[in-house]
């Protein structure tokens, strides 16, 4: 328990800004036929951001294990790419580039904390 209140720590001391640009997918409701925009929210919150290591990116797809990435630490819940239901992941904004968040680990009932994994976004 003690190296887990370490991580939590150092998670309160080094912490950078990042901005997290969330998509909302557009939506058709059924009963009504209303077609709702699709739209993109910004939140600023902190985050322990670091280079992604060999061992992190083993949780990627092989495709994506040798792009370049960042590993983030967190306390608030970001959300990943779900290729399977076909929605957007969030993407972070840090050091004038842009993370597409591609893996998230839920610490937070042992160590206060989330783990991502995100990598860079080409710009268009």
Do not use: C
């Not at 309160?12 to 009504?32: C, G, L, P, Q, Y």
């Not at 985050?47 to 608030?76: C, F, H, W």
């Amino acid at each position: 328990m003690a190296i887990l209140n370490i991580v939590t720590g150092a998670l309160k001391n080094w912490k950078f800004s990042v901005v997290i640009e969330r998509h909302a997918e557009a939506t058709i409701d059924m009963d009504t036929g209303l077609y709702t925009q699709g739209t993109v929210s910004f939140i600023d919150l902190k985050a322990n951001v670091q280079n992604a290591t060999p061992n992190d990116m083993l949780v990627m797809d092989e495709g994506l294990r040798s792009v370049e990435a960042i590993k983030l630490y967190t306390t608030v819940e970001i959300i990943p790419v779900d290729e399977l239901n076909k929605t957007t992941g969030d993407v972070v904004q840090y050091a004038n580039k842009r993370w597409l968040v591609h893996n998230v680990t839920n610490r937070s009932l042992t160590g206060g904390y989330y783990k991502a994994i995100a990598i860079r976004v080409k710009n268009v």
